[in-house]
């Protein structure tokens, strides 16, 4: 009897050590960054103006930390172990305001609507994914940017901002070096659309 109650008590204790040994055993989950900046920034003398640059916007299913991928037409998942440290807009916001500080246009450039703002820029992810459809695999960054004049009655001037970065290795790591290097692609169009528009 008493054998048979150590064995009762101790077979529960196994299983639980080998249930801890595969949670230890979990992969960690990695968070990554976007944070490359344009290496040449389209610069431009102007008239004396501020610039207030909204934070950037995104679809609900790219306004998150997780890591969009697709690997069938229509669909998107999220990787299971890799995210973003902070959601795309959170990340896309300081690197807007640094480039658009880089181009010398602006007397002043705001991360916040303030007054004194001459102008505002606003931002949208419409997609930020690793598309894994096609051989080799691309990420695909897509924005759409407004700029608005303060106090002057008519639209604002739009422009769409689509890049499609190939990736030197297929997974999550290859997809957020292409990612930072389609970023840094996007925010160099983004300065030249501004200063286009600032003429």
Request: hydrophobic residues 50%; contains cysteine; charged residues 15%.
């Amino acid at each position: 009897m008493r054998k048979a109650w150590r064995a009762g008590v101790v077979l529960p204790l196994v299983l639980l050590a080998g249930c801890a040994g595969l949670a230890l055993d979990e992969p960690a989950m990695t968070s990554a960054l976007l944070d490359q900046l344009p290496a040449d920034v389209p610069r431009a003398r102007c008239a004396p103006a501020v610039l207030s640059v909204r934070r950037p916007q995104a679809r609900p299913v790219y306004d998150t930390v997780q890591m969009a991928y697709t690997d069938r037409p229509h669909q998107v998942a999220f990787f299971a172990h890799h995210q973003w440290a902070e959601t795309p807009g959170q990340m896309l916001h300081p690197l807007l305001v640094r480039t658009l500080e880089g181009t010398g246009c602006f007397t002043s450039v705001l991360a916040a609507p303030g007054a004194g703002a001459t102008h505002t820029l606003s931002t949208d992810i419409m997609e930020l994914v690793q598309d894994f459809t096609q051989e080799p695999p691309v990420l695909r960054l897509s924005l759409r940017m407004g700029l608005a004049a303060e106090g002057v009655v008519r639209p604002p001037a739009q422009r769409e901002i689509a890049v499609v970065q190939a990736m030197r290795q297929k997974g999550p790591l290859g997809g957020v070096e292409a990612a930072n290097q389609a970023m840094a692609r996007a925010l160099a169009q983004a300065a030249a659309f501004v200063l286009q528009e600032m003429r």
